[in-house]
């Protein structure tokens, strides 16, 4: 639709002349809004910072049965642009005792005493909370 630019000559017999004929076709638009979105880019090119890791479970023993399921929730906080991703630590996972999802739900698998879990930002490692989790024999 945008930029036709088409140019024809055509004779006319009856008054001997050349009948010129220009097709001009062109989007114009305006927006009344201002830009949504701007990026910038930082001083030295690096991302934000992470300032914390918080979870309403940090602290705290969660105590499952084996064979149960628990989503964890947390909140990655910070500065400027900065990554939200997180990833599960625990000696509880490599034992076997107990499984976390990517998305954070930890299943019990075997019963087992308390574990940490941590629950530690990808950006910056020293940002964790942790939480005990204990699995029960049914």
Known sequence: ??????WHEEPNGQSM????????WALLASSPFAN???YVQSPNNTLGAVTAVTSPYGGKTITLPVGSSLPLTW??????IYSKAVKFTSSG???GTFSVSADGVITALEAGTAKALNIVSTQDSS???SVNVTVTAV
């Not at 002349?17 to 001009?24: G, I, M, P, R, V």
């Not at 909140?75 to 400027?80: A, D, K, M, S």
């Open 1 to 6: 639709y945008d930029r036709l630019y088409e």
């Open 17 to 24: 002349e050349w009948q010129n004929w220009l097709h001009y």
């Open 36 to 38: 949504g979105v701007a």
């Open 75 to 80: 909140e990655v906080t910070g500065t400027g």
């Open 93 to 95: 996972i490599a034992s």
């Open 127 to 129: 940002k964790k909370v």
